[in-house]
DNA sequence: ACCCTCTGTGAATCCGGATTCACATCGAGG
DNA sequence: CCTCGATGTGAATCCGGATTCACAGAGGGT
């Protein structure tokens, strides 16, 4: 289109990298990385498809980048979670670590079911399993001190937190699939996932 | 190959068409919808590509076919449970039907995780969605049956179906996912939603 | 003014999977 | 024997998505 349009001024939100990545992100929020095409991704910055490799060098990369933006972001609200609650029981924190991670999961449907299960790229795979790890680790550091207070029962640690992170994992993969006619409301899956998550560490407190 | 075998002859296990179906059924076993392109399914029968289409107008089409035979399966396994169970108290019954489900999809997880949540062509996930319906209406029959008793609480006992269809699948798919490093046992998962099913209808008995 | 890099463009090209096409072969009937 | 229909084959062909390529304008630095 010739567009011309004058460059470094504060021309929409960035340089055309980040808009990219944006408008990756839009794509996999609206139809999940299947959605997320060369073509889609640069019409909708308004540029054209070589332009996108000027950014990256292939579509994996840029979607792996997204990736690890998104669970960057995930952890760290898991974390802050656990943060606020610092004088709460051990319990309680993971409770609140998990519903932080499942309600944001359940906001943001079809970006869940990206992250968690959709069938993506090698590359892009590598990093899901690279942050499913991060989020184990943050939960059985937490297993370990309820462990060490006595607040919960001696158990593997990260066994526990593998567990619990499949679980929430699945319950939300569900209400996210394409089907369902009548999903379950959000609600629901929380307290159920609430009360699995308690029975699950077998909390002392 | 001009192979020449003999036909009509016990060759092997039939036509060619229930083979294809057959080889197709196995590669969704292996690895999902994904891994069973029409090269892999005729190849493993011993047939060219094109031989496929003398039997099948689309691979689209076989694929439905398998999922329509799949799925009357499994409707068939559920109401089998129901059927077993026809002197025990309604929720008993429901809970044996929704466990017979889990159990099979845990037994064969990547046939479940392509039955309920891979995406799919659309003719297929027509089929799906099809399916998924008459679990839904074989569930709320039983569990009118039981509201008319007085052994299940009053409710809309179609919504509770399909609550509880979601819900199981739910915690079905996420074990099933290509994830999950130590998947979670399947008599954790079974007992889980064991009680997850007896909470949600809120049985009486 | 000149050159160099950054960022784009539009038109190929590549690639893998599905689908079609122009023949063969075999067995059944007439 | 000859034709027909069903079943196969191998070589195209089609298609949609990703990736590359040759070329161009815009600014910055010297």
Redesign the pocket.
């Given at each position: 289109?010739t567009?011309?349009t004058?460059?470094?001024v504060a021309d929409v939100t960035g340089?055309?990298r980040e808009r990219l990545l944006a408008a990756a992100l839009e794509l996999v929020q609206e139809g999940g990385y299947a959605a997320a095409?060369?073509?889609e991704i640069s019409e909708r910055v308004g540029?054209?498809?070589?332009?996108l490799?000027?950014?990256f060098p292939?579509?994996?990369e840029l979607c792996a980048e997204l990736f690890r933006r998104v669970c960057s972001g995930e952890l760290a609200a898991m974390q802050g979670a656990a943060q606020d609650g610092a004088e709460l029981p051990v319990p309680d924190r993971v409770e609140a670590v998990l519903m932080t991670f499942a309600g944001r999961a359940l906001a943001n449907p079809r970006l869940a079911w990206a992250l968690i299960a959709e069938p993506v790229d090698p590359l892009v795979e590598a990093e899901r399993l690279s942050y499913r790890r991060k989020y184990r680790e943050n939960l059985a550091g937490l297993l370990r001190e309820g462990i060490a207070g006595g607040s919960v029962p001696e158990q593997d640690p990260d066994l526990i937190a593998a567990a619990l992170v499949g679980a929430v994992g699945e319950a939300l993969v569900g209400p996210v699939s394409p089907v369902a006619d009548p999903p379950p409301r959000k609600e629901d899956v929380m307290s159920a996932l609430r009360i699995f998550v308690r029975r699950a560490i077998g909390t002392t407190a």
């Open positions: 289109m567009d011309t004058p460059r470094g340089g055309t095409s060369v073509k540029v054209t498809n070589s332009a490799y000027r950014h292939s579509k994996a």
